[in-house]
């Protein structure tokens, strides 16, 4: 767990562990070929919730709705219209900013912010 004061680099230690800063001098990385990361701003495609969620992983039904669950978005997904095969919309336009931060949160393999 990477913990500090607001603006103390917490967010920019992560992205250069991820090759996403420029390094003056010294060179910090991850010894593996794949990582998820979740930014703090959500990042969503134009495809199914569903398929937001999954991302590249099987599909498995019963960790599907253990992840539904822990989120808290069975509720949110009643009430959208086409459930989890609604299309999240450019940006998750059609989700609320707390709607896509629990949508894209079970998506996080490795590394989270
Ligand atoms: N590429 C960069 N090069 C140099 N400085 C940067 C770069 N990106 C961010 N910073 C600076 O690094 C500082 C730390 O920012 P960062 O977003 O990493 O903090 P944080 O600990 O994640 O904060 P928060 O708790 O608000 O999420 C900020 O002053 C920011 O302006
Ligand atoms: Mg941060």
Redesign the pocket.
């Known amino acids: 767990m990477v913990v500090?004061?607001?603006?103390?680099?917490?967010?920019?230690?992560l992205?250069a562990l991820l090759g996403e800063?420029?390094m003056n001098g010294t060179a910090i990385g991850i010894d593996q070929t794949s990582a998820g990361y979740c930014d703090?701003v959500s990042w969503l495609r134009n495809i199914s919730i569903r398929d937001n969620i999954i991302g590249p992983a099987r599909f498995d039904e019963a960790w599907y709705d253990t992840v539904l669950s822990c989120c808290l978005l069975q509720e949110d997904l009643r009430e959208i219209s086409g459930g989890d095969t609604a299309l999240a919309g450019s940006g998750g336009a059609i989700l609320s900013g707390g709607q896509k931060q629990r949508v894209v949160r079970p998506s996080t393999a490795h590394i989270s912010?």
């Open positions: 500090g004061p607001v603006g103390s680099g917490k967010t920019t230690l992205r800063v420029h703090q912010d």
